[in-house]
Every structure is written in structure tokens, then in C-alpha cells.
């Protein structure tokens, strides 16, 4: 029999963020999230969205054993903002038991009504604050993750459907080659605004100097998303001191800044995959997992990208080309053999068009449900 039971002692909160890692256990893609990240983001006073958007937390338990979690909310904001009444479920983890999930999403669902919401969606994050992962993984399992994405069993989905969830939105990943010559068109289109000379490239050369555009790139980002599905321009408590913070761990080589006169307007940031060694470090970067992660770093053939925006009056003037351009000319010099786009809404078919014209590859998909209540 399975039974649910909500997060309310220190000891519940324990057993749900280690959950995970025995649930997977056995699963030879995994990898643990960041030790770093998972303090901030069950700290509420560094992840105030869990007071403010009404979160609730659970544990499925199947006699007396712990096999799966649920973490759902409400982001009243967004809904104010958008007209609707949606709760959100997220950190949902499981084993292959049908009424482990039903009995979650069941107590997700009954909270969402509750509180006056009419459909629920999820995987997907309460916060713009805190980087969270989107969706669930449906395609390219065989495939390791990349940072800040879901890496579940493949029997995940079919439980949600099973659950009656459908499809509300799919991200694609694609693998794009790095090019040892540029192609014609965006070799082009590259010397035109270089010989224009309306926007440059910042010169980066150290860590440090990143942090002083941490600000306008935070406002860049909330500029450029909020038009996206889900996504709310940030809410400043975390928001306006983690992304200086984040910045300390990009090599400025793969951080590249659009300038138009003195005013930042794109921004594309990198890393190496170091999946493997935050897998072999278990996520602790503490006393020697940095150490793993590194040496993964400088091993990597893979870059990927986790964040990219152009402001929006500057857009279609060459500006992601320059950029693209200086970060596949890095890449290469770098000896990187290929990027991960990271997530991309299957209906943004403005990116999916210029990572297709670089000859780039759908190799994983992610997907967002929903269910009317």
C-alpha cells in the first residue's frame, strides 16, 4: 500500500533530497545535482519562491519505504500575469509504481484545487530566481545530461501519462558539430557587422572582470524571457546575487558580451561538460569533488550552452552571429568537438533555425505535462 506524507520535519526534508540518489542508484546516466545549488535552492531564505508561491513538499512511502517525491506550488505572479489558474508540480522522482505516482500527483492536484487553481503542469520550476530543471527527459536517454537538466528512467513519462497527463510543451536539445571552417553564409554575415563595427565583442581576459556584468546581464535575461513559456522576469531576492556568483565559474573564454556602445545587448555563456565528475564527486564539491569536476573540464569535447539573449531591438542585425562566431572560434582552439544547445522550445523557431543552419541535430527532448483539475 502506498501511502503519502507531507514534508514537515528536518528529518522528512533529508529523506526527500536524498531520495534521488537512491533511486538511482543502478541508473548509469544519472547525475547528482549540485550539493551547492540543492542548500540554496531548500533554503527559504535563499529561494524565497518556497514561502511565496505556496509550496507544498511529499513523500510517497510503499510499506514504510520511501519511493518517491513531489515538490508543488503555485506561482501566483505568473498567473495574475498570464490570467490563469495553474499550480506547478516539480523534483518529481519515483520508482516504476504506477500508484507511487498517482498517489503524488493525487496529492499535488487536491492542494492546486484547493487553493482554486483549474490545471496543474509540471516538471517545471516555481522560481526564475533559482535555476531549475524543466520537464522530463522523453528522448536520447542513452545520452548523459547536461547541467540544470532532469535525467530520469525512461518509465517516467509513461507513469505521468498513466497519471492522465499530456503533452503542453517539448524542449529540444541539439548537437551541434564545431566547425573547423565556418559556413559561407555565416562567414558573411560575420564580416558585414565586423566591418560595420556597430557592435563588439567585450575583451575578457580574467574571472573577475565577469562579475561587474553580472547586473546587466541578470536584466538582459529578464528582458529577453519574459516572453517565453513559463518563464517570469526574475524576482530579484536570489536573482540579483546569484548570477555573480554563477559567473565565477566560466571561463571567460566561453563568456561572450555584445556590446552596442557602452550598453551590454547579448550574452551567450558556456561550459565544458563535466558531467562525469560531478558524478564521480556525488554532487560535493567538498574536500575533493572540485578536484574530479575540474580535471572532467579540461578533459571535456563537449561545450555546453546554458544561457544566450539579445535584446530585443537589436535582434536580426548579426549580433547572435558575432557572438556564435567568437564562441565556435574559442571552442575549436579549445579542441571541443561539438555543443549541447541546451533546452529550446520546440516553437522557437528562431533558434531552432540557426542551430539547424550549423548543422545541428535533435539528440534529446524533454517535455512539459498538464492536467485539467
Not at 518529481?92 to 484547493?114: F, H, I
Not at 516555481?126 to 528522448?139: H, K, N, T, Y
Not at 558573411?188 to 553580472?214: D, E, F, M, N, P
Amino acid at each position: 500500500m502506498v501511502t503519502v506524507k507531507p514534508v514537515t520535519t528536518r528529518r522528512d526534508l533529508r529523506t526527500f533530497v536524498r531520495l534521488p540518489a537512491q533511486i538511482h542508484r543502478h541508473h548509469p546516466q544519472w547525475v547528482p545535482p549540485l550539493a551547492l545549488l540543492e542548500r540554496i535552492y531548500f533554503n527559504p531564505r535563499k529561494n524565497p519562491s518556497l514561502h511565496t508561491h505556496d509550496t507544498g513538499m511529499a513523500l510517497a512511502f510503499r510499506d514504510g519505504r520511501a519511493v518517491g517525491r513531489i515538490l508543488t506550488g503555485i506561482h501566483h505572479e505568473y498567473n495574475a500575469l498570464r490570467g490563469e489558474k495553474t499550480a506547478r508540480f516539480t523534483c518529481l522522482e519515483s520508482t516504476n509504481d504506477q500508484d507511487a505516482v498517482n498517489a503524488l500527483l493525487g496529492y499535488a492536484e487536491q492542494r492546486a484545487r484547493e487553493r482554486g487553481m483549474d490545471r496543474i503542469v509540471g516538471p517545471m520550476g516555481l522560481s526564475d530566481s533559482v535555476p531549475e530543471p524543466q520537464g522530463l527527459q522523453v528522448e536520447g536517454f542513452e545520452h548523459i545530461p547536461s547541467l540544470m537538466t532532469n535525467c530520469n528512467y525512461e518509465y517516467l513519462p509513461g507513469l505521468l501519462a498513466g497519471a492522465g497527463y499530456n503533452k503542453e510543451a517539448d524542449y529540444v536539445v541539439y548537437r551541434v558539430p564545431i566547425p573547423e571552417v565556418m559556413p559561407d553564409l555565416y562567414e558573411r554575415i560575420h564580416q558585414r557587422v565586423v566591418r560595420k563595427g556597430t557592435y563588439r565583442i567585450l575583451a575578457l581576459s580574467r574571472r573577475s572582470a565577469l562579475r561587474q556584468y553580472a547586473p546587466a546581464v541578470l536584466r538582459l535575461m529578464s528582458e529577453s524571457f519574459q516572453d517565453l513559456y513559463g518563464y517570469l522576469p526574475r524576482e530579484g531576492h536570489v536573482g540579483a546575487g546569484f548570477p555573480a556568483v554563477a559567473l565565477n565559474i566560466f571561463d571567460p573564454r566561453f563568456v561572450q558580451l555584445a556590446a552596442y556602445n557602452d550598453e551590454i545587448v547579448g550574452f551567450v555563456l558556456a561550459l565544458p561538460n563535466a558531467s562525469a565528475g560531478i558524478r564521480r564527486a556525488g554532487g560535493r564539491i567538498l574536500p575533493l569533488g572540485f578536484l574530479y569536476i575540474l580535471r572532467e573540464a579540461k578533459q571535456a569535447r563537449q561545450l555546453d550552452l546554458l544561457f544566450g539573449a539579445v535584446k530585443k531591438e537589436h535582434r536580426g542585425r548579426g549580433i547572435d552571429v558575432l557572438m556564435g562566431y567568437r564562441m565556435f572560434t574559442e571552442a575549436r582552439a579549445a579542441g571541443f568537438s561539438y555543443m549541447d544547445s541546451h533546452l529550446e522550445l520546440e516553437s522557437n523557431t528562431r533558434i531552432r533555425r540557426e542551430m539547424e543552419a550549423m548543422q545541428g541535430k535533435v539528440y534529446k527532448r524533454y517535455r512539459i505535462f498538464h492536467k485539467t483539475i
